[in-house]
């Protein structure tokens, strides 16, 4: 595609989908490379910076989690509890914007 993604924390360019790992920064979706992300922020979990990254297996199976917590959730809540199931579709709104934003711009 055209869109050039560049690690937030070394700067350069990600050219394959296989070195990018999204990770949540300030409720914001950052690209990194693989070890930018392995060696630098991995360990840095605080309530602004998520320690697991949103595309990969394991986001893919939050996503899908999430969605099936959200879709079963307003079955068996009652009242105003119903809307909360709004809360699970974060993570997979997450893993669309990290697909839509980054992962479609790079080759496979």
Same mark, same amino acid.
């Not at 070394?10 to 790992?21: E, P």
């Not at 409720?27 to 910076?49: D, M, Q, W, Y």
């Not at 079963?72 to 669309?96: D, Q, S």
């Given at each position: 595609?055209?869109?050039? $993604?560049?690690?937030d924390?070394?700067?350069?360019? $990600?050219?394959?989908?296989?070195?990018?790992?999204?990770?949540?920064?300030?409720?914001?979706?950052?690209?990194? *490379?693989?070890?930018?992300? +392995?060696?630098?922020i991995?360990?840095?979990?605080? %309530?602004? =910076?998520? /320690?697991?990254?949103? /595309?990969?297996?394991? +986001?893919? &199976?939050?996503?899908? $989690?999430? %969605?099936?917590l959200?879709?079963? @959730?307003?079955?068996?809540?009652?009242? =105003?509890?119903? @809307?909360?199931?709004?809360?699970?579709?974060?993570? &997979?709104?997450?893993? $669309?914007?990290?697909?839509?934003?980054?992962?479609? *711009? %790079?080759?496979?």
């Amino acid at each position: 595609m055209s869109k050039e $993604i560049y690690c937030d924390f070394c700067q350069k360019q $990600i050219k394959v989908r296989d070195d990018l790992i999204t990770s949540t920064m300030m409720l914001e979706v950052v690209p990194f *490379h693989e070890r930018c992300f +392995g060696s630098n922020i991995k360990g840095a979990r605080t %309530l602004f =910076v998520s /320690n697991e990254p949103i /595309n990969g297996l394991a +986001g893919n &199976v939050t996503a899908v $989690i999430s %969605l099936i917590l959200a879709a079963l @959730w307003p079955i068996f809540a009652e009242g =105003v509890m119903k @809307w909360a199931f709004l809360l699970a579709l974060i993570p &997979v709104g997450y893993r $669309i914007y990290s697909f839509v934003k980054f992962e479609r *711009h %790079l080759e496979k």
